[in-house]
């Protein structure tokens, strides 16, 4: 089926057509696999060009086997040149801006040379949603709070937001909507995103790699770390788990207060809460264990809560882009 | 696969402008094929022709034809039936807009907007798949609340298959109520130990079978524009009796899912028929005010569903004692099956 897909691509391309209105194309092709009796008995050698639809080249990508064993860069014409080892059997295409490529099997064979070509996606396509942030306030007296969020696009929220939301926190920890008068236990918005990006210093990602299975118990304790109480814990954990344990492996970067604000939206609360702290989960579902960049583990510091104390949790699932450094 | 199949042969003997235009639709599970002027017609009328063909699983390229589905518009006023080769005829008015495919145990297609001029001929063909699609018996949560601190058991047998719990539900869960607080009850190696705070008791799972339920083309329920639902949500589940908390977690739960399309198609299935359509539950000691509510609903791009709607009587509950509430809901995602 794969060599039909490329005729009918070949086909649509000849007249004219971009690749884009194609919906479904392979994101990469053996284009070619033949015997080389120049190349050293045991090796492979592994060529061919990375572009973005509809046909540039990416240049700096990488290509490597899983283990990074070999590795080569993209050129400016995105041509690459990969050695392999005849045990070698999977390799990946990997741009932070693009996205990643695997290759799960194939059998580079002794004395061969082979030709493949990856074709990434445009980094404008993804549509990401940044899902159900919520915001909890609590004070140990009644307090009349203004919040204003600065989101692009806000797809739905609750209580509805006009230009702010006016509220009043009450004793038990709920919050009164100034404009209905009805109680809420938070407040709730969710928007639209196309800019989304796993943080790195130096290339190196900060985050986690779980064994869904284990998802619940991460989140209780990655949770509990940052000072979220078991109200909170419960919803998001309900929220979440279930959309992660479909697949068998997840990878986790939380962005905490200042990320958030810098990444996902701003707040701004009159008065100034004594004690804050927001937490937006990224994360990519993943069918094996493998990440694509270099991370080492997240680590987490807690909060006290003290007078007024706001707290807001979201997530948004999004795939291995890392942002621009 | 499949379809690219058919779609590569038909490209391959048809001008490149068709094909590009079938393209865009592949996802779509049906094609038209040629929509074109016929003066045979009669004025503002429109015939609609085509062939239903399964995916061909052989992966030769053969067209296999299927008899017996059904092909109308959402109204049901005109219907068409599929022969032994897999060949329909339907007569529309230049006015109807929308056209389904529906076979049991198939894939159902809607087609929600198309332009049926007058005295012209269009030739769709529908491509349906199984209809594995199990349901998704979403996030129901229980809430319990005593204001004298009790032990309590609760069981639940649901039909379905249970895909998330949270505490982990191992044949039971036991817990404590001191007000709105659920604690886990653990037992450790040296007696009982004090388990996790929860604030409710989250289930989830997967079930094959869920209907609106139909009788002489009416149901009980509602047709809502999704422009209105934050008003509609308040009002049922302010008339059935739950609070704040449990509105405010239903509402950001339910809303987002529903606006997606302009209307929606809403039926509660409340107490018993919660216990018979998805899952039964035992509480001990007994509650003495229990509330089950669960939403059964159906995004639609028209209202028009060929159904008479009877606003269904929504009723509350008096809270006392030892009182539990549970919700949950599904998204069906196809029109309701009238009988």
Known sequence: MNRLLFILILSLSLQGLSYESYPSRDPYTIISDSVDTSLQPGTCLVFGTAVVQPNYPIQNGTVATMNRSSSAFTDSKGNYSLMLNENDSAIFFYHPEYGEIVIWKYDFKSQHRVHINFYARSKYEEHQMVKKPVIYLYSDSEMNVELTLTHPKMTFTYPVYEDGWKVKTLADGSIQNRADQKNYPYLFWEGESTSLRYLSENNVVKGQLIKTDEIVTYLESALTAMGLNRKEQTDFITFWAPAIIKSPYVFIQFLVDEEYDNQIAELTVTPKPESRRRIFMQYTLLESAFVPFEFVLQEFSTFERTGLTLVEWGGSEISFRLEAN | ?339
């Not at chain 2, 042969?9 to 393209?23: D, E, M, T």
């Not at chain 2, 076979?103 to 529908?126: A, C, D, P």
């Not at chain 2, 809303?255 to 509480?283: C, Q, T, W």
């Not at chain 2, 003495?288 to 639609?300: E, H, I």
Request: hydrophobic fraction near 40%; charge should be negative; include cysteine.
């Open chain 2, 1 to 339: 696969m499949n379809h690219l199949f058919l779609l590569s042969l038909a490209i391959c003997s048809s001008p490149f402008v068709r094909a590009a235009k079938r393209i865009d639709v592949l996802s779509q599970n049906y094609v038209i094929i040629s929509d074109e002027f016929s003066a045979d017609i009669a004025v503002g009328k429109c015939l609609v022709v085509g062939q239903i063909i399964e995916p061909d699983y052989t992966g030769e390229g053969q067209i296999i034809p299927l008899s017996g589905g059904l092909v109308a518009t959402l109204d049901r006023k005109k219907t068409a039936t599929s022969n032994a080769e897999g060949k329909y005829s339907l007569l529309l008015d230049s006015k109807d807009t929308s056209l389904f495919f529906y076979k049991s145990g198939k894939e159902e297609i809607v087609i929600w907007k198309y332009n049926f001029r007058s005295q012209h001929k269009v030739t769709i063909n529908f491509y349906p798949g199984i209809n594995s699609s199990m349901i998704m018996v979403d996030k129901p949560v229980i809430y319990m609340y005593s204001d004298e601190k009790i032990n309590a058991e609760i069981t639940f047998t649901c039909k379905g298959n249970l895909t998330f719990t949270y505490p982990e539900y191992n044949e039971k869960w036991e817990v404590t109520i001191d007000q709105n607080i659920i604690t886990e009850n653990k037992s450790g190696p040296n007696g009982p130990l004090r388990g996790k705070n929860y604030p409710y008791l989250f289930w989830e799972a997967q079930q094959e079978e869920l209907e609106f339920e139909i009788q002489n083309q009416t149901m009980n329920g509602f047709l809502i524009s999704t422009d209105s639902v934050i008003n509609f949500l308040e009002n049922s589940l302010t008339a059935l009796g739950l609070n704040s908390t449990e509105q405010t977690d239903f509402i950001t739960f339910w809303a987002p899912r529903m606006i997606v399309k302009p209307f929606a198609l809403v039926h509660f299935l409340i107490g018993d028929d919660y216990a018979k359509n998805i899952s039964e539950l035992n509480i001990t000691p007994t509650p003495d005010a229990l509330r089950r509510v669960f939403m059964v609903f159906t995004p639609l791009e028209t209202n028009q569903v060929g159904l008479t709607i009877k606003s269904q009587e929504l009723k509350s509950f008096e809270r006392f004692g030892f009182t539990v509430v549970e919700w949950g809901g599904s998204e069906l995602n196809h029109l309701p099956q009238i009988p």
